[in-house]
């Protein structure tokens, strides 16, 4: 990769992990250990703040360009590459270790804070979950099931966040996550073109192959869309057919936030309201027969599901 673009990421406080791995401090780890405060994954499933670790194997590619996303894409920061041109893969195992110290780098930096919480500093030190969502596409990452087992049998649970243009490698997977989550970011092709950008042919075809495979996943599986002001916001009959299609566990209807790369391709104004969110959750779950279980105005995101309360995952 070229080095403006390597420089701009551990600017951004990214740690590299092996030749196209990274881990990043999530913004709610510090507001759990420092603020006693914790993300809405906690909230919903039982996943505790200071306990996660946010990584990607596939930092420099995607086979989306999605306007919202917070990722350095080709072409930004005047810096191009081929984000289909895949590496030579680092092994499962290399990926495993190389994270887990990143995050105990990361971890590093809270032993003489004052402010930090002592016994949540001391229990992030052994990390309970791994979210794969941090950039990129993960599914890319070629023996991503091998690489779900070996989190797996050091006891961490995981959330793989897919934007499903890769069905097969979903279909062929040998070990399924803890929870699996599926970008649903547009209601119908026209608007996926424009707002998800992809980079690959049949995309569109290839989500909504996706979609259907779900109801086969052992597996909570998730629809998250991804809501941007005046670009996906209407056409709720179309993403009702896609629900209705997969029929996921729950559905995430979120804000986009005005962060990272995204601030290159999107203002200020593209981030929508809690109320809009809202609103937007409220007319969904009129069209599909989810109610609303939860929300989190904090990151403006309202949970929907057809159970009475959502499955947690936090151990004793």
């Known amino acids: 990769m070229p080095s403006s673009l390597v420089q701009a990421l551990r600017k951004q406080r990214y740690h590299l992990v092996g030749r196209h791995s990274a881990v990043k401090r999530c913004k709610w780890l510090y507001e759990a250990i420092v603020r006693g405060r914790a993300c ?41 590459w081929d984000e289909l041109q895949l590496p030579k893969w680092d092994s499962p195992e290399e990926i495993v270790q190389g994270s887990l110290k990143a995050q105990d780098r990361i971890l590093s930096g809270y032993k003489g804070n004052l402010q930090a919480n002592p016994q949540k500093f001391r229990e992030a030190l052994t990390p309970r979950h791994v979210a794969i969502s941090l950039t990129g596409e993960p599914t890319l990452y070629e023996p991503i099931g091998e690489l779900l087992h070996a989190f797996h049998k050091r006891r961490l649970t995981t959330f793989l966040v897919s934007n499903g243009t890769m069905p097969r490698r979903l279909a062929a997977l040998d070990e399924e996550p803890t929870q699996l989550y599926i970008s649903t970011c547009a209601p119908n092709e026209e608007v996926f073109k424009l707002v998800c950008r992809p980079q690959v042919p049949d995309a569109w075809a290839k989500l909504n192959e996706t979609l259907g495979l779900l109801r086969s996943f052992r597996c909570p599986t998730v629809l998250r869309m991804t809501l941007v002001r005046d670009r996906n916001m209407t056409d709720v009959d179309g993403y009702a057919e896609l629900v209705e299609k997969a029929d996921p566990t729950y559905i995430e209807a979120k804000a986009y936030m005005h962060i990272g790369f995204s601030t290159l391709r999107l203002g200020f104004e593209a981030m929508p309201t809690h109320k809009e969110v809202q609103g937007f959750a409220a007319r969904l779950a009129e069209r599909t027969g989810y109610r609303i279980l939860d929300e989190a105005p904090e990151s403006r995101v309202v949970l929907l599901s057809k159970r009475e309360k959502p499955i947690r995952f936090e151990k004793p």
């Open 40 to 80: 809405y994954k906690q909230k919903f499933y039982g996943i505790r703040s200071h306990q996660c670790v946010q990584m990607s194997p596939a930092l420099f590619y995607c086979t989306q360009q999605c306007l919202f996303c917070w990722r350095a894409q080709n072409g930004d920061l005047r810096v191009t």
